[in-house]
Structures are given as structure tokens and as C-alpha cells.
């Protein structure tokens, strides 16, 4: 009814509507202690009507309140949440003009300015898509040419940490334990044998032979060392006469050159945001009581630099060593057949162990899924020491309480679309919330949250919501 008017005359209204109210309760107050004098005395008429005045101001400022939270505050939240989800996470989401229809021009005129920046960036969408399919064709053709080549390539760079790898090199280390970007080398090969080699390379100067050993004993074979310009950066050749190296065709390329040289804290809480490996995982369970049930499939993804690092991921079902209820096989679709001879809880666990070893751990409702993983875990001596994050608190920290935190409801408020033929499968279910999460990292950083211990001091005020939807 007064959408009509400008926000200054209806903030003009609202204050004239709070002086009215206040005369309405005090002339009240006033009338009904004048009547308890009359009868009661003119001590009881003055409690009386201090009494009114307390109630019917309070009433009063409830109801305000209500109309300034309900009218004003809201969609002002509303309006910020949807300024800074296109302005930082590219979301192209609309402002909902209606809800803040009190605001005066404020909505509309925030609309304008997410159009004309939609309009803006998708110009530049443009200009660096086409940039992006060079590079990717340039990619394409170098990973080609080095797939041809009978030797697996690592680059290792500041703090024995993995720069790069080939196609070939993941191959031999799938061998050992899932490659992982930015993961030390002796994760993977034993650290005396290196060790004792990369002294030898610095001393000379030049390429080094030696007997490579895996870090589990199970391995070994010939590889050589050899120096870059800088005495910190390395490459590890393995030539296919001496170990097996056959490629992984769905493994592209995969390196950061700025792991060469950039020195990051080994405190991970410490870091930037943008310095920080995430493992994001899901499971599926024969049921809902993590003390009793058992997982059925594990699904989970890296990201790093805010990018899903493809290839990096586990998609493995699990073998629960008993029936699965068929009301979950109505949820995720797994049934016996489908885990007979895979994996067990334990093995899976352990691989995922290793996988998300330095990294911190990312889920969507991660109390569940880590309830799991620990009971495993503790039966096996295996610790998480890694913090972990809640996409369900980061939605709380960004979006308020009140809205729905559901993983459907954050796709659908950045824009991230889950096919339905993978919802409710770990995989699918873990990348979706790493697109979320990729999403939510920059809009974090805009609200002033840089590192991740200052993110995870935002996330424990909120922790209250975890309880209740456990």
C-alpha cells in the first residue's frame, strides 16, 4: 500500500507511527492509573499505570521491530547477499525487487547496477573464454606429446611438494596412493632414498640415478633426478623400461608453477584461502545412525585455488559386509549386487585417509559423514587431525540463519546445478558441494574473512545448527 512513497517519507512514518504509539500508551497508561486513584488511592493509580505504560511500551517497540526486521532488515540482507553472491562468486541471481518493494529505490536501483555488471561480465566471460580455449587446446596438445614420450614427469618444487604431473607420473603413483597437487613426494617415495639422491644433485649440479622405493616398501624402481636453475625446484623422470607408467587417459596435465617457488605455512588455519588444498567428500550409508550403519560408497574431489582439480577425486563404491536396507537403495540407489567385491569400510577409509592427508576436509552435514570416518578410524589407529568445514555453517555465516541450508537450497542460491541422475550418489553429492564451496570462498574473503582460522571462528557461532539437524 505505500510502496509508492519514497524511503525517506516512509522512514518519516515509521517514526511518526513509533511517537503516536507512545502517546496512545501513555495517554492509556495515564487514564487507567487516574481511574485505579479514584478507587484505590493515588499510590496504587501510579503503579498501575507505570505498570501499562512498561507492557505497552515494550509491546510497542516489539511491533516495530517486527515491521523494521520483517520490512527493512531482511531484505536488506537479502539485497547485500545477492550484490556480493554476483559480485564475487558470479552467481547471476536476481534481486527480488518485491521483498524489498519498502526499500524505495534501493532495489531497483540495485538491479541496474547487477544488470549492467552481468552485462560487463560476460563481456569479459567472453574475452577470457575464448583465452581459455587456447590454453586448453595448448594443454591438450602439450599433454599429447608428453603421453607419447615412454617417461612419467614429476616437477617437484619448494618443500618437496608436487608442482606437476603428467598422465604417465599418475599412473605410477595411483600405484602407491591417489596423486594429489601440492602432496609431498615422500608421501609417495621413501625419504631416505630421495633424500640421499637430491643431496647428490645439489652437490653436482647434475642428473642423478637412483633406485626409487615406494613409501609402503611395496615398489621400486629406476628413476633419475634432475636440477632446475633453482636448487629447490627438481624433476623425477621415470623411463618405461623401468616401471610401469602406462597413463591414465582421464587424467590430464595437471600442475601450479607457483608451488616452485611461494613458501606457505604448514599451519593450515593460518593460510590464505586461496593457499588452502580442500578434500570435499560425501558418503552413502545402509542407514542414518553412524554408530551402528555402515558406508556403502565414498565420493570426493580436491580443490585448490578455488578450482575442482579434475582427475583428483575417489568415486568408490564399498562393500558393507551386510544387506542394505532396501529404503536406503530407494535413496542412493546402490544395492548388493552392485558392492559385492568391492572394497571394504576399512580399505576405503585408509584410502581416503591418505587422499585428504595436509588438506582440510570438506562435507555438507560433516558431523554424519565424519562420525564414520572416525569410528574406522579409530578401530585402525588412524587420526584427522585436519580441521574440517561445514558448507552448512559457511551457508549460515554468508546467509544468515534463517535461510534454508539445505545442499539443494545452496545450488540453487549459486546457481550450481546438481543432474538429477547423480544426486544422492557420493560423487555427485561431493562435487556439487565443492562447486559451492568454490563459490562461497571469495564471497568470504569479501566479507574480510581471509584466513581459514578466522573463517572457522565465524562457523562456531553457528554451530547450534548442526546439533538440530543431527
Not at 281 to 298: A, N, S, Y
Request: contains cysteine.
Amino acid at each position: 500500500m505505500f510502496s509508492h512513497l519514497s524511503l525517506r517519507l516512509r522512514m518519516f512514518l515509521l517514526f511518526a507511527l513509533m511517537a503516536l504509539g507512545g502517546l496512545v500508551v501513555m495517554g492509556l497508561a495515564l487514564m487507567t492509573g487516574y481511574r485505579s486513584a479514584l478507587t484505590d488511592g493515588t499510590a496504587n493509580g501510579f503503579v498501575l499505570a507505570g505498570i501499562v505504560a512498561a507492557f505497552g511500551f515494550l509491546g510497542l517497540a516489539a511491533g516495530v521491530w517486527l515491521l523494521f526486521d520483517e520490512n527493512v532488515a531482511k531484505p536488506i540482507m537479502a539485497l547485500s547477499t545477492t550484490l556480493r553472491a554476483r559480485a564475487h562468486a558470479g552467481v547471476a541471481a536476481t534481486v527480488d525487487t518485491h521483498a524489498a518493494r519498502y526499500l524505495g529505490d534501493l532495489a531497483p536501483a540495485a538491479e541496474a547496477i547487477s544488470i549492467q555488471l552481468d552485462s560487463t561480465s560476460k563481456d569479459v566471460a567472453d574475452q577470457i573464454a575464448e583465452a581459455t580455449a587456447a590454453l586448453a587446446t595448448d594443454r591438450a596438445q602439450l599433454t599429447a606429446l608428453l603421453t607419447e614420450i615412454p617417461v612419467a614427469i614429476l616437477l617437484i618444487g619448494s618443500g618437496h611438494r608436487i608442482a606437476l604431473y603428467d598422465g604417465q607420473a599418475a599412473g605410477t603413483l595411483a600405484q602407491i596412493a591417489p596423486p594429489r597437487l601440492d602432496a609431498s613426494i615422500f608421501d609417495y617415495l621413501d625419504r631416505k632414498t630421495l633424500l640421499a639422491a637430491h643431496t647428490q644433485l645439489v652437490k653436482t649440479g647434475k642428473e642423478t640415478h637412483f633406485e626409487a622405493h615406494s613409501a609402503d616398501g611395496l615398489l621400486s624402481f629406476e628413476a633419475r633426478l634432475k636440477p632446475l636453475e633453482d636448487a629447490k625446484s627438481y624433476l623425477i623422470l621415470i623411463d618405461e623400461a623401468h616401471a610401469d607408467i602406462a597413463p591414465e587417459d582421464t587424467r590430464p596435465l595437471t600442475f601450479d608453477f607457483e608451488l616452485l617457488s611461494n613458501s606457505v605455512p604448514s599451519d593450515l588455519t593460518s593460510r590464505a584461502l586461496d593457499q588452502i588444498p580442500f578434500v570435499v567428500f560425501d558418503c552413502e550409508t545402509t542407514g542414518l545412525l553412524p554408530h551402528k550403519d555402515e558406508l556403502v560408497q565414498i565420493g570426493a574431489v580436491r580443490v585448490y585455488r578455488n578450482q575442482i582439480l579434475r582427475g583428483e577425486e575417489i568415486d568408490s563404491l564399498i562393500d558393507p559386509g551386510r544387506p542394505i536396507p532396501a529404503a536406503s537403495t530407494r535413496v542412493h540407489h546402490i544395492t548388493d549386487t552392485m558392492v559385492r567385491g568391492a572394497p571394504s569400510p576399512k580399505t576405503a577409509v585408509t584410502s581416503f585417509h591418505h587422499f585428504a592427508r595436509d588438506a582440510v576436509i570438506v562435507a555438507h552435514n560433516a558431523p554424519f559423514d565424519m562420525a564414520f570416518m572416525r569410528r574406522h578410524g579409530n578401530e585402525m589407529n588412524i587420526s584427522w587431525p585436519q580441521p574440517i568445514l561445514d558448507t552448512v555453517l559457511l551457508s549460515a555465516v554468508l546467509f544468515g540463519i534463517t535461510e534454508q541450508h539445505t545442499l539443494d537450497a545452496l545450488c540453487e542460491r549459486l546457481g550450481v546445478t546438481i543432474p538429477p541422475e547423480v544426486r544422492h550418489t557420493a560423487k555427485g553429492d561431493a562435487i556439487a558441494t565443492a562447486e559451492v564451496l568454490c563459490k562461497m570462498l571469495p564471497m568470504l574473503a569479501a566479507r574480510g574473512y581471509q584466513t581459514l582460522a578466522q573463517v572457522l571462528e565465524q562457523t562456531r557461532k553457528h554451530s547450534r545448527l548442526l546439533d538440530d539437524l543431527n
